[in-house]
């Protein structure tokens, strides 16, 4: 890995949505480095690289920040096209589809709904607590108990729908190939949801979802947890490093990428330079990044931000998912 241009993943061990990530890069044999996070706020080593976003996870490349899964995994794959180093299976148009299948049209929620109310954490009023912040909704056990069975039937919708559909044909993954071709992106996309409910004790019923129902579905997530789990022995584990390594690193980075321009047509009339603000709004939205637009498209929005000591870094978050616009009069600083 260019010491210039380290990638490092922010995240916790337990997050769904930080494992399409760690897969991601273990499968594609791309390095990278570790910065573990706790599970609730405040995040101190997030925002001294100098963002206020509270999800998890977050990536950078060198002094480039990344926020969101959608926009790693897509700058991911064109910083890193297919060669014999970093193999890639992908097809574009099944990934896009799928992305949108689970986070959009709301399956991460339902699985969500699925984690068992008796689970430690979720007795933990610190946690409830951050967690109804990020989420804007109550996580009382008594709200969590009456979200299941609705989130239950909508979760086996989605088992039947693999079943029979997209693994209906017997294929080993979900674009067809052979096993040992290895599971490609769109694998990556699809079994986030599954392997996580999987593996999350109590979450699903075996008299309602289970192998017996699911055959080619649990088959395929078992096989897509095998080939990750030899592929991350093959790596070895990603080095773990401290705030203050990481604060190190993205502040004497390289700049990942060359500056993106501010599409003039864009229909929010934001030009370049700017100050905006920019957040998330499905969840996470009561933070807020400012910074002076850098780039402006349909797939992306970029700003300029600054480490806690004072480096330049730019911050990209997608444009689908996230708001863009100039700050009120009234809450200019
Ligand atoms: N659309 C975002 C969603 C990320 C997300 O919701 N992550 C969860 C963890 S799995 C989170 O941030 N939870 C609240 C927290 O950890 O503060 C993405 O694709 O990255």
Redesign the pocket.
């Known amino acids: 890995m260019d010491p210039s241009k380290e990638i490092i993943l922010y995240h916790y061990s337990f997050?769904?949505?930080?494992r399409r990530i760690v897969w991601y890069l273990n499968l594609r044999r791309i390095p990278y480095k570790q910065c573990i996070q706790p599970?609730t706020?405040p995040r101190p080593d997030i925002s001294a690289i100098g963002t206020a976003y509270?999800?998890?996870?977050l990536l950078s490349i060198g002094r480039d920040i990344y926020l969101?899964?959608?926009l790693i995994l897509h700058k991911l794959t064109l910083l890193y096209p297919p060669s014999p180093t970093h193999p890639s299976p992908d097809h574009k148009t099944i990934q896009k589809l799928l992305e949108h299948y689970t986070?959009d049209a709301g399956m991460f929620n339902r699985a969500s709904a699925l984690i068992p109310s008796n689970t430690p954490l979720l007795l933990d009023p610190k946690f409830t607590s951050d967690?109804e912040d990020?989420s804007g909704r109550s996580w009382s056990k008594e709200n969590v108990e009456r979200a299941r069975p609705e989130a239950l039937v909508e979760v086996k919708g989605m088992f039947e729908f693999f079943e029979g559909s997209v693994l209906g044909d017997g294929r080993v993954w979900v674009l067809g190939g052979e096993e040992g071709e290895g599971p490609g992106l769109v694998d990556v996309e699809a079994v986030w949801l599954f392997s996580w409910l999987k593996g999350l004790k109590g979450a699903l019923p075996p008299e309602y979802i289970s192998a017996q129902q699911f055959p080619k579905t649990f088959k395929w997530i078992e096989r897509f947890d095998g080939v990750v789990l030899a592929a991350m022995k093959r790596n070895g584990p990603a080095q773990k490093i401290s705030g203050a390594e990481a604060l190190n690193a993205v502040g004497s980075g390289e700049w990942a990428e060359e500056e993106a321009s501010v599409d003039e047509m864009d229909p929010s009339g934001l030009r370049k330079g700017e100050v905006i603000e920019l957040w998330p709004i499905d969840?996470?939205f009561s933070r807020r990044d400012r910074g002076r637009l850098v780039g402006l498209s349909t797939s992306e929005v970029v700003i300029e931000g600054r480490t806690e000591d004072g480096k330049e870094v730019r911050i990209h978050a997608p444009r689908h998912?996230f708001r863009v616009r100039r700050p009120k009069e009234s809450e200019k600083l």
Do not use: H, L
């Open positions: 997050s769904p949505y930080a599970p706020m509270r999800r998890i996870p969101d899964t959608r986070i967690r990020y969840s996470g998912g």
